[in-house]
């Protein structure tokens, strides 16, 4: 299969962890899962040295994340441009978002008691981090894509048991 992204993108739902869910992976282990392979791609877009140079913000990044995900108010599929609007929400209100995990709960709480100017700091490290998707066009287009009922998506699951090579050429 060939998908040449200047024409076509194959839509598949990064933040969707349904498919996990329904073959039974627990659901921390399907939430862990993309929130480390989101951290590892915005790590591969930065450099490594750069992305955890602000201390804080990759820790945030991954409790906004698996709060996004969380029963309180989260859902099992969300795209980037929601978890960036939540995000935004945090820093603008410096407010944590209701979860049910009272770990997370005490880590984002942690995150909004420091002083506005740190709290500041903190979290436009966070946006200039998960800004690298929306700014690549082509990022954005599979980063943003929630897959409904009938749509027309491609899955990787499809192939698995196939011997098929897969290109996606950007």
Avoid: W
């Avoid at 599979?142 to 499809?158: I, S």
Wanted: charged share 30%; net charge negative; glycine share 4%.
């Amino acid at each position: 299969l060939y998908f040449d992204c200047s024409a076509v993108l194959p839509a598949f739902s990064f933040f969707d962890i349904c498919d996990e869910l329904d073959a039974g992976v627990p659901r921390t282990t399907a939430v862990e899962d993309t929130v480390d392979h989101y951290v590892d791609i915005l790590t591969q877009i930065m450099g490594q040295a750069r992305f955890e140079q602000a201390v804080r913000s990759p820790d945030v990044i991954r409790y906004l994340l698996k709060a996004m995900y969380d029963p309180v108010s989260g859902e099992d599929a969300f795209t980037h441009r929601a978890f960036h609007a939540a995000v935004r929400e945090m820093h603008e209100r410096q407010s944590a978002p209701p979860v049910a995990d009272e770990d997370l709960e005490r880590m984002l709480a942690g995150v909004v008691s420091n002083n506005a100017r740190s709290f500041d700091e903190i979290m436009q490290g966070v946006a200039n981090r998960i800004e690298k998707i929306p700014i690549d066009r082509r990022l954005a287009r599979v980063f943003n894509h929630v897959a409904d009922d009938g749509d027309p998506h491609f899955d990787l699951a499809d192939y698995l048991s196939e011997d098929v090579l897969i290109v996606v050429d950007t």
